[in-house]
């Protein structure tokens, strides 16, 4: 058995076993993944892996269930799960077929969770909802064509323009990039002209497609 040490400000410490056991709500969340994973995906895996993709209404049925937006609060739109319960969804969706789980981790982790933690409440509010519900699917543009996917050596670059932003430069490998709505585009952060070791992302909103 683990133990774990717990300490208070007033006194010493005491022990107590740590728990490693799955709660109801995140057991819940499991079986409702895998439930989905084996009726909807993995009968089909094969195939898709043979065309090189999924159907995009694969992401509405995802989104109804609430799976495109687990572990964002529900003011946002999302579930309002732990991460732990996101996490034991990638699981059982990348059982079933690891294009599904990426996918979904993409459009959660490099997309939604960074505008929801980084980001402006403008940012937040016009976003987040919309990729939480699964309304708008996130992409990630992080990979060029000199740089590779070497974030430090990134030569996108976005420079103030007007009220916004002018972004110039050549990406390629653009995850979900042929069915997102939001797009962080990284960029290489410059100081005058050198360029600084370091990426910080800007977000866009497309149309149904981006490239």
Known sequence: MTWVKVYSANGPYTRRPMEFSLSDDQREIQSLAREFAQAEIE???????????????????????????????????GAGADFLSYILVLEELSQADAGVGVTVAVHTSAVTLPILTFGTDEQRSRFVPPLARGESVGAFALTEPEAGSDAGSLRTAAVPAGDGWSISGTKQW??????????????????????????????????????
């Open 174 to 211: 653009i995850t979900n990039g042929s069915f997102a709505g939001t797009v962080p585009a990284l960029r290489a952060n410059r100081s005058g002209d050198a360029w600084r070791k370091g990426a910080s992302p800007r977000s866009s909103s497309t149309g149904t497609r981006c490239g």
């Open 43 to 77: 009968p089909n895996a094969a195939t898709w892996d043979r065309e090189h993709g999924f159907p995009p209404e694969l992401i509405g049925k995802l989104a109804e269930l609430g799976l495109m937006g687990v572990c964002i609060p529900e003011e946002y739109g």
